[in-house]
């Protein structure tokens, strides 16, 4: 449940403007396509910066589509903002959105992944495990893999291995896939809960305390 | 961190976890509260499933740094 904060000044600006006609409404999709194109410029940026997935003037094209894409979806769901937030940040959300989908999409196009694959032997490298500390996780990973085998259902061991084996972003998969981020979340939030507690009943990790958890799915990036 | 706990921690799951759709749908909502309080305590006191699930989600964590950037930008 949320609250519907008091309009600030701004925000009943931006409503005003673009709930209007003839130039003032033009006038202010011109501004909040500058604001969104600037927004999913330093968001590229940001996230190319640590995966180096996109630069130069691919990265300048995807924030112009995430710009474009954005202000349409915007504009068609203006009756939808009810001042739960300040405009700009409602809206800034759709632009992001944008940048994760097209990112997503952008992964295929130099694909290097066999989904079906499982290359296990990226598993130690994955989580950090040192070449010279083989032989106290090396019962762990046996475990694992054979855990994997026998208590996940086929979408799962699919979806395990795409993230954790073969580094896939959720995003990507979601496209690859035809599904949707929750959906794939979901998949993987299950089969990491069949996982820990086939470990834990064989004395490899504790049944779990769910606390805080800091964990990191589907970025592509290394725990 | 060694890799034993590595996977310790991934395999970790949080009952309280909301799951992308509905944290995605009150991402402004919860970044707002983040800027208007200068810290994610009051955020995550009042929706614990989206704290926990950014906490467990890379790519809508991702999403929720990428909008208090871009929000927090626009704060006078």
């Known amino acids: ?223 | 961190m060694t890799g034993w706990s590595g996977l310790d921690r991934f395999l970790q799951t949080d009952p309280r976890d909301v799951g992308c759709e509905q944290a995605m749908q009150l991402l402004h909502v919860y970044v707002d509260l983040v800027l208007d309080h200068l810290t994610s305590a009051e955020a995550a006191r009042r929706y614990p499933g989206v704290a926990a699930h950014f906490a467990a989600c890379g790519p809508c964590n991702d999403d929720y740094e990428g909008l208090l950037i871009a929000a927090g930008a626009s704060r006078p």
């Open chain 1, 1 to 223: 449940m949320t609250e519907c904060r008091r309009l600030d000044v701004e925000s009943a600006a931006w409503l005003r403007d673009l709930g209007s006609t003839g130039a003032q409404r033009e006038d202010a999709l011109v501004r909040l396509h500058e604001l969104l194109l600037r927004i999913a410029r330093g968001e590229l940026g940001r996230r190319s910066a640590r995966q180096r997935q996109v630069t130069g003037p691919e990265l300048d094209d995807l924030a112009h589509q995430a710009a474009a894409d954005a202000l349409l979806a915007i504009t068609a769901k203006l009756g939808q903002f009810r001042g739960e937030s300040r405009f700009t940040t409602w809206a800034y959300r759709f632009v992001i959105l944008e940048v994760s989908t097209k990112l997503g999409r952008h992964f295929w196009q130099r694909p290097t992944v066999a989904l079906a694959a499982e290359d296990w032997d990226r598993l130690p490298d994955r989580f950090g495990m040192s070449p010279d500390e083989q032989a106290q996780w090396h019962g762990l990973v046996v475990a694992l893999r054979q855990a994997v085998d026998q208590e996940l259902t086929e979408r799962q061991r699919l979806v395990f291995a795409a993230i954790v084996l073969h580094g896939v972003p959720l995003d990507a998969l979601v496209i690859e896939l035809g599904s949707t981020r929750n959906a794939i979340y979901k998949t993987m939030f299950d089969a990491r809960r069949k996982l820990r507690a086939a470990l834990a009943a064989k004395g490899y990790l504790s049944a779990g305390d769910p606390g805080e958890v800091t964990t990191d799915i589907g970025t592509g990036r290394r725990t």
